[in-house]
């Protein structure tokens, strides 16, 4: 139980696992990544137009150790493949993949030898992002998804229900 | 208007020098493997410091099958005004080099600036050059199969050449998606359906 005193002597009672979800949910830190041109508008997202700062997650950490989220922006080189793992693996629990756009979910147009056809390949994706690229919204209401698996106590939540 | 550039119609690419000979203010050399490294040392000492790229070219069928090109810049260091300078003169080198034995002398000792070049185009083609101080792939993984540049390569790759296309439509962020997000998309997609009054959907992942 968690108990806070408000000015004027108030009381708020909420379950831990509420508060906790909804700090948790609310500081979701993104991996400073850019793979390609959807990087541009993960950039755009964070700036002031569309303010990814209001959901939390403006703050993107150039350490995999610091971040929750990983933002896979763009087409996954064969060779970029095990970096992307790498990173992955640095990051620590809980944590959450979004594939943005059609490269990084599904290859896109670069059908051909040196692309991944998908990243899910190489990490779990949580969130697809459609579009080439998708637009700063669809990133926004990706990384809300996110949100609200975590309100929910979905995977990777420190306190996740079964 | 045809630029200088167009190849007459009707010609095929197979050799760029019997197309057409000079391109604009480029000169065109054609010379052998055996040929090449006494052609670039005397082309450097007349000026041409400048080696803006190397790159290689494959036509099938022909013999020798590949090229290696290399473009060259007369940067006339002796010159005190932009208009001393003019047009900078400028050399095409084309090495023909025969698929049974794609080797041709390193210039990285001559130009610096060909010590990746010729990496890349070793990765990509498959020429060795005799003599590099570094040679190893530069641009694909290191323990990479095949010179994907070279035309019968398949695009998609040897291993994937068969398999059918990923297919973007199957993947959904509150239906399928992998194993380990797929149990909470799935849930997801309950709450969802009954926040909304609609029949709660099937969990068949389980």
């Known amino acids: ?162 | 208007m045809p630029s200088s550039q167009t190849p007459p119609a009707g010609a095929t690419a197979v050799d760029p020098t019997a197309v057409r000979p000079d391109i604009a203010d480029a000169r065109i050399i054609r010379v052998g493997p055996a040929d090449l490294r006494a052609t670039l040392a005397g082309l450097k000492a007349d000026g041409f410091t400048m080696l803006l790229d190397a790159g290689g070219a494959d036509y099938p069928g022909r013999d020798p099958r590949f090229d290696v090109v290399y473009h060259l810049l007369n940067l006339k260091p002796g010159a005190a005004t932009v208009a001393a300078v003019g047009r900078p003169e400028r050399v095409r080198v084309l090495c023909g080099v025969p698929e049974a034995e794609p080797v041709v002398p390193s210039v990285a000792d001559l130009w610096p600036a060909a010590n990746w070049a010729e990496r890349e185009i070793f990765d990509l083609f498959g020429i060795r050059f005799d003599g590099h101080p570094d040679l190893r792939r530069i641009q694909m993984p290191a323990d990479w199969e095949g010179h994907p540049l070279r035309k019968d390569y398949p695009l998609r790759g040897p291993a994937r050449e068969r398999s059918p296309r990923p297919n973007f439509a199957l993947k959904s962020n509150v239906g399928a998606g992998t194993p380990a997000s797929g149990r909470t998309a799935a849930a997801l997609q309950k709450q969802i359906a009954a926040a909304r009054g609609q029949a709660v959907p099937k969990d068949d992942a389980s």
């Open chain 1, 1 to 162: 139980m968690a108990v806070a005193e408000l000015p004027g002597g108030q009381f708020l009672l909420a379950k831990l696992d509420d508060v906790a979800r909804w700090a948790q949910s609310s500081s979701v830190w993104p991996l400073t990544m850019g793979l390609a041109c959807c990087a541009i508008e993960m950039m755009t997202a964070t700036a002031p137009e569309y303010d990814l700062a209001r959901f939390g997650s403006e703050v993107f950490r150039a350490s995999p150790r610091q971040a929750d989220l990983m933002i896979v922006s763009g087409r996954v080189a064969q060779k970029m493949a095990p970096v992307v793992k790498r990173l992955y693996d640095q990051m620590a629990d809980p944590k959450w993949v979004i594939s943005m756009g059609a490269c990084a979910s599904s290859g896109g147009v670069f059908d051909n030898y040196a692309i991944v056809q998908g990243v899910d390949q190489v990490v779990p994706v949580d969130v697809y992002v459609p579009g080439c690229p998708p637009t700063p919204d669809g990133l926004l209401y990706a990384v809300n998804l996110i949100q609200q698996q975590i309100r929910q106590g979905g995977r990777g939540g420190i306190l996740a229900r079964a």
